[in-house]
């Protein structure tokens, strides 16, 4: 399995401090780029993502940094990918208590949270773990949402509910729960990962075009992670602008012929 693997994450016009955080394999993008090149063999995997610090909450920041790198520890010391597989809903669960546990050995971290939308890639699929308002789009021939929003509104059907309110984080104060799944990869699919920052400043069909735009006559990664983010800017950025983009390049690497 081939990948090329673009993150990018922006402070935004308006905030002060940058809360998001994205997940391009072993590396932590903050107010910075990233990209990658990865050839997979059997059993061997990537994992891409994005963490959102509550805006407005104590020490989002680490919220979301702490959650990234958990969660990318507990996967890389995870058993073979049908092992993973199963016990993902398990390794939500200890990234949250993990997001938890830190401001009761640091009290100035009271009320920290964050949500996180990631995937491990591998053997021709992707194993998906969910939590909060950060997405993940599929875009084939046309851009397709695999996540729902753990938002009040979505979970609840009222629109009358602002869409910043969360029903589910991590470090949140109620029952903490993860979506996770699996779904099958096929070759050029492109995967994005975004924070709010960015689906609040576009709709997606904007995201569609400038996706479609930005792969006419190749995989385009960085061109499609940069172009989202400068049009999240010029929509406003009112928020922390972060974006992962991964392009399946082909299916059975040369490594497991």
């Known amino acids: 399995m081939r990948l090329l693997a673009y993150g990018a994450s922006h402070v935004g016009h308006v905030r002060r401090r940058n809360e998001d955080i994205a997940i391009v394999g072993r590396d932590f993008v903050r107010d910075a780029t990233a990209d990658a090149a990865v050839v997979l063999g059997p059993g061997e ?4 993502g994005v963490a959102d610090g509550l805006g407005g909450e104590a020490a989002g920041d680490v919220a979301s940094e702490t959650a990234a790198r958990e969660f990318v520890r ?3 010391e995870a058993g073979a990918n049908s092992t993973l597989r ?5 390794i939500a669960e200890l990234t949250n208590d993990e997001v938890t546990r830190k401001p009761f050995l640091a009290p100035r971290l009271s009320g920290m949270a964050t949500t996180l939308t ?3 890639f591998g053997d021709d699929s992707l194993q998906i773990v969910h939590a909060g308002d950060t997405r993940l789009y599929r875009f084939r021939t046309q851009l397709e949402r695999l996540t729902r929003d753990h938002s009040q509104q979505e979970m609840s059907g009222d629109p009358r509910i602002p869409r910043n309110i969360l029903a589910n984080c991590l470090g949140g104060v109620g029952r903490f729960f993860a979506d996770t799944g699996t779904i099958a990869a096929a070759e050029g699919d492109i995967f994005v990962f975004s924070s709010d920052g960015l689906t ?7 995201i569609e ?5 930005a792969t006419k006559t190749g995989p385009g990664v960085r061109t499609a992670g940069n172009n989202l983010v400068e049009a999240a800017l010029s929509a406003g950025g009112i928020d922390n602008i972060t974006v992962v983009v991964v392009v399946v390049e082909r299916l059975k690497s040369e490594r497991s012929k």
């Open 209 to 213: 075009e400038t996706l479609r735009d």
């Open 200 to 206: 609040d400043m576009l709709s997606d069909d904007t």
């Open 74 to 76: 507990l996967v890389d």
């Open 118 to 120: 990631a995937a491990i």
């Open 86 to 90: 199963e016990n993902l809903a398990r």
């Open 45 to 48: 995997r990537f994992t891409a």
